[in-house]
């Protein structure tokens, strides 16, 4: 008998349907600053289809509405791109399509549009109750994918995002103006077509990862097209982002992979300083094998509570421009994935750092160096935990929430937790639960309704 991928069973199982429920029932007390909308983005194939990959599913969107201490509503739907459409990839013309993509990975909000993204094409503007609108090109502006892992600056408004290929331009940046115009795009030079999911950004500068995740063309149509090349090497650029002909200072550092960067900074000294959930290379074989195979299940989001073995561990790496020296430092040997921080810190020093382990939601104190957490009961998983910085006075910087969508592993229940970031270890103070089951995705945020005028 034929094994179903790990990626269509258990607590990654798709859904068959969208549906609306309203007035959730609710375990403890929501805090009435929480009022707004969670949405989380993650990969959904339509019934009978049987991607050859966890990543190729079509975008569904999973979203709560929490009003003066309610859950008022959750829905979920499909994010109805081109590639849901079944239209064709290449054009006549030979030229492809980037409105064919999946949207599956993640969803920001900029200059007044929600954005539904992944990294093979085009961001798709959805709407706050979840439909499609359609790709979004800037005016016809952007000409190459866009990452799923923009980073909007806190003081500028700034949007800088990135689109990687296959093939040339294999790396272009961008930036958008605070008003969602494309203000600015340059391709920047690298050895070849890598597989570079994430970036960072300080004050003054871009982090690229230009590691060893190397595009196979044989693989194209069968499976993710990437693997792991030995002779690639691995680097780290640092690149001024306010100088349109800025040079990129490349630091060597050892063999690894990263799905996903914490936050970057510049120290006293004008070093960039970069945390992130780093992978050796046989922790990122496990996992990126399973991630398309049929054995236990993993990917980047429950790789822990599935094989604590493969999966990544917190990192930090310490450039200096000065010198061309690069350290690198263990921060942590627990298996983490997502970490997340408060974005009006993006390009800061910030003292927090948020992760997940599959079956606990940890924080790191990145100054005092103390990690507590909170362990979810057996047999759960939980996804990425996003932080929602309180609104009400002055606060400290872990003053806020977490939201984590947790999953049964038999994928039949999930929640929305709540839990007080300054305090993990007392549990969550409040808990939606859902209507149905929510596969374990990649990512989601917190959009906040706009106050009353």
């Not at 269509?8 to 859904?15: C, D, F, I, K, R």
């Not at 391709?187 to 060893?212: C, N, Q, R, S």
């Not at 499976?223 to 690149?239: E, F, H, I, K």
């Not at 989601?444 to 106050?451: H, I, K, S």
Request: glycine letters at 10%; one cysteine or more.
């Amino acid at each position: 008998m034929t094994q179903s991928p790990v990626y269509m069973s258990g607590h990654l199982a798709p859904v068959a349907d969208e549906i609306d429920a309203a007035d959730l029932p609710v375990t403890g007390t929501l805090p009435p600053e929480l009022t707004g909308r969670y949405v989380r983005n993650g990969p959904n194939p339509l019934p009978g289809e049987l991607p050859d990959h966890w990543f190729f599913g079509h975008g569904m969107l999973h979203g709560v509405r929490l009003r003066d201490g309610r859950a008022e509503w959750y829905r979920n739907r499909w994010v109805r791109t081109g590639y849901l459409a079944g239209r064709p990839e290449v054009r006549p013309d030979g030229t492809r399509d980037l409105s064919i993509v999946s949207a599956n990975t993640h969803v920001i909000q900029h200059a007044g549009r929600m954005l539904a993204l992944e990294e093979g094409g085009l961001p798709y503007e959805v709407t706050p109750e979840l439909d499609t609108v359609g790709a979004h090109d800037f005016g016809g502006r952007l000409s190459t994918a866009m990452t799923a892992h923009p980073k909007q600056d806190p003081v500028t408004g700034e949007l800088h995002f990135f689109g990687y290929g296959a093939f040339a331009p294999h790396l272009t940046c961008h930036r958008l103006d605070a008003s969602g115009e494309l203000a600015y795009s340059r391709e920047v030079t690298v050895p070849g077509g890598t597989m570079m999911h994430d970036f960072a950004i300080t004050e003054h500068h871009v982090v690229w990862l230009d590691l060893p995740l190397t595009f196979r063309p044989e693989l194209a149509g069968k499976t993710m097209p990437y693997q792991w090349d030995d002779g690639y090497g691995a680097r780290l650029g640092v690149m001024r982002h306010d100088r349109p002909d800025a040079l990129v200072r490349w630091f060597d550092v050892d063999p690894c992979y990263v799905f996903h960067v914490g936050n970057a900074h510049e120290d006293a000294s004008g070093r960039i300083v970069l945390d992130a959930a780093r992978y050796a290379r046989a922790d990122f074989t496990a996992v990126w094998n399973t991630a398309g195979s049929t054995d236990d299940p993993a990917g980047p989001a429950a790789a822990a509570a599935a094989s604590p073995s493969g999966a990544a561990r917190l990192h930090r790496w310490t450039l200096d421009p000065a010198t061309g020296a690069a350290s690198e430092e263990a921060l942590d040997d627990r298996a983490v994935e997502f970490p997340t921080f408060d974005d009006e810190l993006v390009g800061r020093g910030s003292r927090y750092l948020y992760a997940v382990t599959g079956t606990e939601i940890v924080k790191y104190d990145l100054s005092g160096g103390a990690v507590t957490g909170h362990t979810l009961p057996p047999l759960t998983v939980t996804g990425e935990a996003v932080f929602v910085p309180a609104t009400s006075g002055p606060r400290r910087e872990d003053d806020g929430w977490l939201l984590s969508i947790t999953t049964t592993a038999d994928g039949s229940a999930s929640r929305l937790l709540v839990l007080e970031a300054s305090d993990l270890a007392a549990g969550p103070v409040a808990a939606v639960d859902l209507p149905r089951g929510v596969p374990a995705g990649f990512h989601g945020n917190w959009f906040a309704d706009e106050p009353a005028s």
